[in-house]
C-alpha cells in the first residue's frame, strides 16, 4: 500500500518537473521580460515565455533536454519504507520517461550503452538528509548537460580567496557565455574541498527559490552584489544582448579546513525544473 502510494507520488513529481519550469522561475522570467528593452532579449524571452506556455497546455516536456535524474530526500527516522525508496523512485523515472515521454539521458561514460529508460549507475542521483520524522520528502530535478559543461571548481589559500572570489564568478559567467541557456541562476559553494564545494553549489543553483536571500545578511548582500555584477556584463537571454543574464546568485557554505578554500560555480538555466511530495506512513501525500 504504502510502496505504490510513494510510487503514485513520485511519478506526478518527476512528470510536473519534466513539463515545465518551477513556478519561482516562471515568474521571474516574466519579471525579465517586462525590464528588458533590446528587442532580441524581449523576442527571446517571449519565445521561452510561451513555450511555457505551450508545455503546460500540451502537457509536454518543456525542453528536449529533459534533463539528468537527481533527487534529494529528507527521510524522517519513523518513515516505515527506507530501504526500498531508492527503488521505488528509481521505477518511478522509467515509468514515466516511457510514459511522458522524455529523452533517455543516461549513458555509460566510457561505452555510451544508454539503457533507454533514464537510469544506470548512480542514475538517480539520490542526496538523502536525515531528520526526526516520520514522512519522506523529496524534490525530482532533472538538470541539463548545457548547464553542466561551464561549471568549475577551485581550492586557493584562504588569505585571497575572499578576494577572488567575486573574480572566479564574474569570469565563469563569462566563459559560459550562451551556453547554459541564459538567463541563469548560478550557484556558489564553498566549503573544505571541491566535491562539497560543488555539491553546495549545486543545490544552491537547482533547490532555492528565485529570490530567496541566504540568512546572514553578509552573504545574502553579497548574492545581491553578484547578481548585479553578472546582469552589467550584457550576455542576456540566449547570449543576445540585454539586461538579464542572471536571474539569480544563490550562496551556501560548510565550515571549512583552515589551509583550504574549495569554490565550486554552478550554473542552472532558464528551465530551471524541479517539483516535490511529501509522503507520510498513513498513505497521504502532498505535492509541494
Not at 98 to 123: C, I, M, Q, S, Y
Request: glycine content about 10%.
Amino acid at each position: 500500500m504504502l510502496e505504490a502510494v510513494l510510487l503514485k507520488a513520485a511519478k506526478e513529481v518527476v512528470a510536473r518537473a519534466s513539463v515545465g519550469p518551477a513556478l519561482d522561475i516562471n515568474n521571474a522570467l516574466k519579471k525579465a521580460y517586462e525590464i528588458e528593452e533590446g528587442e532580441a532579449a524581449k523576442l527571446q524571452l517571449g519565445a521561452i515565455l510561451k513555450n511555457i506556455e505551450l508545455s503546460i497546455s500540451e502537457n509536454a516536456a518543456v525542453c528536449q533536454d529533459t534533463g539528468f535524474p537527481n533527487f534529494y530526500i529528507k527521510l524522517g527516522d519513523r518513515f516505515p519504507i527506507r530501504s526500498k525508496i531508492y527503488d521505488i523512485l528509481t521505477q518511478a523515472v522509467r515509468e514515466v520517461t516511457k510514459g511522458l515521454p522524455l529523452r533517455p539521458n543516461t549513458v555509460h561514460p566510457f561505452t555510451e550503452k544508454n539503457p533507454g529508460d533514464n537510469t544506470g549507475v548512480g542514475a538517480p542521483w539520490f542526496e538523502v538528509e536525515l531528520f526526526d520524522g516520520d514522512y519522506v520528502e523529496f524534490y525530482y530535478v532533472p538538470k541539463g548537460g548545457g548547464t553542466e559543461l561551464p561549471s568549475k571548481a577551485f581550492t586557493l589559500p584562504p588569505g585571497v580567496a575572499m578576494k577572488e572570489l567575486p573574480r572566479l564568478v564574474l569570469e565563469a559567467v563569462i566563459d559560459a557565455g550562451p551556453m547554459p541557456c541564459p538567463p541563469v541562476i548560478v550557484g556558489v559553494g564553498v566549503g573544505p574541498s571541491v566535491d562539497i564545494a560543488a555539491k553546495l553549489a549545486k543545490k544552491a543553483a537547482v533547490l532555492r527559490p528565485v529570490g530567496s536571500r541566504h540568512p546572514e545578511p553578509e552573504i545574502a548582500k553579497m548574492e545581491e552584489e553578484l547578481l548585479k555584477a553578472i546582469n552589467k556584463l550584457g550576455i542576456g537571454v540566449h547570449g543576445v544582448g540585454g539586461k538579464v543574464t542572471a536571474l539569480d546568485v544563490h550562496i551556501e557554505y560548510a565550515y571549512r579546513h583552515p589551509a583550504a578554500f574549495s569554490i565550486g560555480i554552478v550554473f542552472s538555466c532558464w528551465a530551471t525544473r524541479r517539483a516535490g511530495a511529501r509522503v507520510y506512513p498513513d498513505g497521504r501525500y502532498e505535492l509541494l
